[in-house]
């Protein structure tokens, strides 16, 4: 640790439980942050000013206005410019601490790609807004033995807690046992329910002290619960978790999400749009920009990373990778028929 980071951190430093030893630990420290939507902006942040050695973050998803009132690392222009989230995170993050190394990857999270992009770090966080990505990073890291952060927030309600494989119980053990610990539900989204950024605040704060802990070289610090709250009524809960001795996951090891089998081909997103996973093709862009432009499709914009077009009534995002999104539907028939109309079957 040089002058510079001394100074940087010294008010960290000064506290007691992290102190000089802690914060050389911090910047030699690695993590993968995956999402980079409320929660994970709100994490990255103050991982990367807590001195953080090195994030890599993986989001699929771009930004848009909507985002701005609770992902606190975007701002309008990236919101104009359609940016991929971690292309917008990384840059911003750089100009917030440069000794920190991020790593901004636009990739969905799957289960062929899982392994290589999650192994090789000693924590993983989350970041995510859907279950079905969740349990992937639940199978991956009870898979590799890897210590993950589970983290949701919906409305003015908020949840986390720290898995570590073997020790604790992992998210299948939440949500798959059968008993009501008070989660978010699956099919509760934040663009159906809304989400106060308070909540956002509150929960990511507490994922981002349990992070610090353990690449502090504190795990002992770590308080092993699930946590929840809702800042709204001002009600918070911290309950232990029992491992469940059947659990498909941990104990029977059966990883139906690593192994693809509990992931479709088509996701209804939850604010009336389609998410079509096409992942086996590469599409050029450039040349698919200017075969819109001649057609019917308007508004065509596109960057390095996405596409856009309307068919009013529908908008839809094209990835690099085959992956697209469509929205102003919430029918996969309709999805499929437009995909295969304007990008090929």
Same mark, same amino acid.
């Given at each position: 640790m040089n002058q510079e980071?001394?100074?940087?951190?010294?008010?960290?430093?000064?506290?007691?439980?992290?102190?000089?030893? +802690?914060?050389?630990k911090l910047l030699g420290s690695k993590a993968v942050l995956v999402g980079c939507g409320a929660l994970g902006t709100a994490v990255a942040n103050l991982l990367v000013?807590?001195?953080? +050695?090195?994030?890599?973050?993986?989001?699929?998803?771009?930004v848009e206005p909507s985002n701005l009132q609770r992902q606190t690392l975007f701002d309008e222009a990236d919101a104009r410019e359609a940016l991929p989230k971690a292309v917008a995170a990384e840059r911003h993050l750089r100009a917030i601490n440069s000794d920190v190394?991020?790593?901004?990857?636009?990739?969905?999270?799957?289960?062929?790609?899982?392994a290589e992009l999650l192994s090789g770090f000693p924590l993983i966080l989350d970041g995510t807004d859907?279950?079905?990505?969740?349990?992937?990073?639940?199978?991956?890291?009870?898979?590799? +033995?890897?210590?993950?952060?589970?983290?949701?927030?919906?409305?003015?309600y908020g949840v986390t807690m720290t898995?570590?494989?073997?020790?604790t119980a992992c998210l299948a053990c939440l949500l798959e046992s059968g008993e009501e610990f008070g989660t978010i539900g699956a099919e509760t989204t934040c663009d159906t329910a809304g989400v106060l950024n308070p909540a956002v605040g509150v929960v990511s704060s507490i994922e981002a002290a349990e992070a610090i802990k353990f690449l502090a070289g504190r795990p002992e610090a770590m308080h092993g619960r699930l946590v929840s709250c809702d800042v709204w009524s001002g009600k918070f809960q911290s309950i232990r978790v029992a491992r469940n001795p059947e659990c498909r996951c941990c104990a029977r090891r059966e990883f139906s999400y690593l192994s693809g089998e509990s992931q479709p081909h088509i996701t209804l997103c939850g604010r009336?749009?389609?998410?079509?996973?096409?992942?086996?093709?590469r599409?050029?862009?450039?040349?698919?920009?200017g075969r819109l432009s001649a057609a019917s499709a308007a508004e065509v914009r596109s960057n390095d990373f996405l596409l856009r077009f309307r068919v009013p009534p529908y908008e839809m995002t094209v990835f690099a990778d085959g992956r697209a999104l469509i929205k102003g539907t919430k029918d996969p028939a309709v999805a499929r028929s437009l995909y295969a109309r304007y990008i090929g079957a």
């Open positions: 980071q001394r100074e940087k951190h010294s008010r960290q430093i000064l506290f007691s439980e992290i102190g000089e030893e +802690g914060q050389k000013r807590a001195g953080v +050695g090195r994030l890599r973050i993986i989001d699929r998803d771009f190394q991020v790593e901004g990857i636009v990739a969905d999270l799957t289960p062929k790609n899982a859907n279950f079905e990505t969740r349990l992937l990073v639940n199978d991956a890291c009870v898979s590799l +033995g890897i210590p993950w952060i589970y983290a949701a927030v919906v409305a003015s898995i570590f494989p073997g020790k009336d749009s389609v998410q079509i996973h096409e992942r086996s093709r599409l050029d862009l450039g040349a698919l920009a």
